[in-house]
């Protein structure tokens, strides 16, 4: 067994309806706290899902900010134009309230607004110092798992991204309301839905930090995502499907903050950095070309994960490896996704320079369990077209 070690946040909330007491949550356990800043997107901000929340908080006298600018891959200017949002207003807990990228921007005004350290010096592993206002997460995806990672992903340049990660990154408070969640369109729903099962099978199979716990994270999250991703997709509103997906994207958020994603994650970085496909979609289109190219590696894992995604199959490992392929496969086509790379606008002569910048994902590759080279990495996205 690896030796290993295992963050989490100190204290998780999921139920339906418990955004709603967000005030009474934070008069509970920050009661010297008066001026709150939620951090969200425009999207987001018009679908009227904030203003129970808002609404919670006055409750409470508490005062209300609101930064509404993040976008999707959020470029470094919005981050610092929101840590200085932020010092102007004099906030005292930032709440996250978004999907993956309003809780990014969340964690970095959280650690930004309190310390005079500059974020081009916390780009890395380990390196921000001091301490951060409190934060707490609410996710409006199921997908992410970012309410309970340490990580945060910056744009940095026309397509290139850089991460913060850091203990300091963790939450206090992660706070899962499927009732946030009905507004998702089913292709969204499933998208991100898929890139949560990527996070929970990228952390079974990775090289060095798998571990028991781990393990039981991506068992579990892999179970309630795989049966419920499709109810969540045809029927919305089933809140008990919803809150079901939340808790299985925060699972495989535990498990891949500590057992981390590999070349799933890697290959799927620079379809979003260059093509602008959203991330989980990124994901699901080499996720089965990527598994394949693993699978001489790594059928025992995924065999042992087929038990969940494809219970039908028997034989031997790496026939059941296979059909787990299949089966994740299938479920792209069912939710109605986009499944080749050709359909999000990538053409042949995009490959060289495709594969190119997924080699730049060290971080990633590193926990592969088959070390994949620029040749291999331009037959998978050759294969994914
Ligand atoms: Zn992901």
Redesign the pocket.
């Known amino acids: 067994m690896n030796d290993f070690e295992f963050r989490t946040v100190p204290s998780l909330i999921s139920q339906t309806g418990a955004a709603t007491r967000l005030g009474k949550i934070i008069r509970q356990e920050f009661p010297a706290i008066s001026h709150v800043l939620l951090v969200t997107d425009a999207g987001f901000l018009r679908t009227g899902l904030v203003q129970p929340v808002i609404d919670s908080l006055e409750t409470e006298q508490l005062k209300v900010s609101i930064f509404s600018d993040v976008i999707a891959d959020p470029p470094e200017a919005i981050v610092l134009q929101a840590v200085a949002n932020a010092r102007d207003l004099q906030v005292e807990l930032v709440v996250g309230l978004g999907g993956g990228s309003s809780m990014d921007v969340a964690k970095l005004i959280a650690i930004l607004a309190g310390s005079d350290q500059s974020l081009a010096t916390m780009y890395g592993i380990g390196n921000v110092k001091g301490k951060r206002l409190p934060l707490i997460q609410i996710p409006t995806t199921a ?2 798992g970012s309410e309970v990672t340490p990580i945060s992903i910056v744009t940095t340049g026309a397509t290139t991204k850089m991460g913060v990660v850091a203990p300091q990154l963790y939450a206090d408070i992660a706070i899962l309301d499927a009732q946030l969640t009905t507004g998702l369109p089913a292709k969204v729903t499933a998208a991100t839905g898929i ?1 949560a099962m ?2 929970a099978i990228e952390a079974y199979t990775t090289k060095h930090k798998k571990n028991p716990l781990s393990d039981m994270l991506a068992v579990q999250a892999l179970k309630l995502l795989w049966n419920n991703i499709d109810e969540a997709c045809s029927n919305g509103s089933n809140l008990a499907a919803r809150q079901a997906m939340l808790l299985g994207a925060m699972l495989a958020g535990q498990s891949f903050a500590n057992a981390p ?1 590999a070349a799933v ?1 890697a290959l799927a970085y620079p379809v979003g950095g260059i093509f602008h496909v959203p ?2 979609l990124s ?1 699901s289109l080499v996720l089965p070309h990527v598994l394949r190219f693993n699978a001489s590696h790594a059928a025992e894992l995924y065999a042992e994960l087929a038990a969940i995604i494809a219970p039908e199959a028997t034989g031997t490992a790496e026939q059941r490896c296979h059909a787990m392929i299949k089966a994740m496969e299938d479920l792209a086509v069912r939710v109605g996704i986009e499944t080749r790379l050709s359909q999000v606008g990538i053409t042949e002569k995009d490959l060289d320079q495709l594969a190119s910048d997924a080699m730049l994902q060290t971080r990633l590759l590193g926990n592969n369990p088959r070390e994949v080279t620029k040749e291999d990495a331009r037959a998978i996205y050759a294969a994914a077209l």
């Open positions: 997908g992410t890139d990527v996070h994603c994650h991330h989980g994901n």
